[in-house]
Each structure stands twice: as C-alpha cells, then as structure tokens.
C-alpha cells in the first residue's frame, strides 16, 4: 500500500482540517509503535468507510498496541476481548440479567458496545461464537432477546489472527471474512525499525502507560463525521467503475480460485479507493487509487485450489496477475 501525501490542495472548511488531522494520525501513533504507516493508513480507510479490518500478523507484531494507540490518538472508546475457545457470544454481546429488587431483566450490554472493538485472536474462538459479530459489523446493531439494540457510532472491529499458529484454531468462515473491508498484514519490522523498538524499551518505554509516551487525541468523531462527508463526494467516472468490475470478475475465472470476488467485495475496493483518494487530496479516483487497494481489500475474499497452494500460490500473487492483465482505463 502507498503512502498518502500531505497535499491539501482545493480543500477548505472543515473536510480540510479533517484531513490534516486523520493526516498527523500517522507522527501521533509512531510516538508508541514503530514502522507501521501502511497499517496505519488501512485502518483509517477502514475509518472512513464505516469498514471493519482483520490484522493478520505473528506474535509480537504490536498489533494490539497499534489498536489501542489508535484509538487514543483518535479519542474514542475501545475495548478488548481476548477470543478463546470458551468464549460464548454473550460475552461480547450482552445478555438480559435477573434483578431481583426490581423482579425484571435489565440487559447488561457487552463490550461490542464501543467505538473500536479489539477482537483479538478471534480465529481461536468456535463459530458460533464468531457469528454473534455478523450482525454487529454488518448491521451495527445487536438483537437480544429479539430486541434490537444499536452500537455506538463510529464503530471498528479491528480483529487479530496468528497466521501460524493452527493448532485450536478455528478458520473463519466466508461470510465472516467477507464482512471484513481490509485485511492488513503486519510484517516482522527491519533491522533498524527493531533496533528503535528495543532503543526506547531500553529509555523506559512502557506499552501500557500511552499518556507517558506522549500520545495525545488528533482528531475526533466530528472530524471522522467531516471526512466521511468529502469521501462521499469524491468522483467515480463510469471507466473506474468499470475498471473495479473487470478486477473482480477475472477473480472469478481464475484457474487458480474455486472461491472469486463478490459483489459485495468489489463494492467495497471502490469504496476503499474513493477514501484513499480523498486522503491524498483528489476528489476524483484514478486506476492507482484501485491497484493501491486492491491486496488488502481482495485477499482475504478468495480461495485458492489446494493444487495451485501445492505449487506454492498465494492469494496476493493472483491478485497481482489480474491486476497486470485487465486493462487499465485511461
């Protein structure tokens, strides 16, 4: 993924100190975590188009302070459920509880009920208990006891995964995958990068303690209110549109898939890409703003053929394929 410039340019009011303000987001989050711009980026696109995003990352990545730096840096709400496999979905969802002064069930809301949800792990948790999210991310609401009950706005589901640790895990099921708008991976950091992380351990540093490390509130529910507004407005001419369908069809006919795009996954790289292009101040998209967004809206929505992973494809290879055959609006 590209990183966004600071050109402001043909922006004024409040769409333009949003964007400057989701823009210093980036120098805010590197006062804890170290190296991570393009995450960074996805889960502000991820923001702006009311999307949700799965970090797929091994041990010891930060992805978990990366959420939570986030989320201070943003002033907003979050909360934290670690997934596990006796994890039932009232934990997350909230359940009807007995009062017995008043004889009545009172409904004692669950952690879903939050700006930014960390599901972390949550591929350790059975289905059933991955399901009772569905209607959280798609809906933003959660029905108990057949009342609906609406989720704070905004709302992010940032969910973690392991992508080596198979072992009583339970892989996410389609639909659950599909309700994901990005799917980020969070690469081990260079030499230097690493060398900056144990430097600060080393000046005292605590993880935990993010008002210490200086991280202080940039932007807020009235600026993510302005940006989503501007995103709205950004241009998409018939060729683009075109250009999105194309992507998405030639994951249908590869020969590489059993599993191609849906509609719904080309419906959300346009919306990725009009957020994208907005954050680099355009408010019209261009084929970049596509190919920038392409992997991390895409691969987490097909499904290779067990002989095409034999032979050592991977979901971002074929992606990379069609996006250098279909050809290119001018």
Known sequence: MMDPTTDNAGTTGDAGTARASLESLRAEIAKA????D???TGLVVALLCRGHVLLEGVPGVAKTLLVRTLASALELDTKRVQFTPDLMPSDVTGSLVYDTRTAEFSFQPGPVFTNLL??????????K?????????????VTVDGTPRPLPEPFLVAATQNPVEYEGTYPLPEAQLDRFLLKLTIPLPSRQDEID???????????RDLRAAGVRPVAGPADLEAARAAVAKTAVSPEITAYVVDICR????????????????????LAAARAWAWLTGRDYVI????KALALPTLRHRIQL??????????????INAILTHVPVPR
């Open 250 to 269: 030639a994951t249908r006919e590869s020969p590489s898939l059993t599993l191609g795009v849906s509609p719904r996954g080309a419906t959300a790289l």
């Open 129 to 141: 208990t991955q399901s009772a999210l569905l209607e959280a991310m798609e809906e933003r609401q």
């Open 287 to 290: 084929p970049d703003d596509v």
């Open 305 to 318: 053929r067990p002989e095409a992973e034999m032979e050592g494809v991977t979901a971002d290879s074929v």
């Open 33 to 36: 975590v170290v190296g991570q």
């Open 38 to 40: 393009p995450t960074v």
């Open 197 to 207: 992380v144990l430097t600060r351990h080393a000046s005292g540093f605590n993880p």
């Open 118 to 127: 960390l599901a972390d792990e949550i591929n350790r948790t059975p289905p």
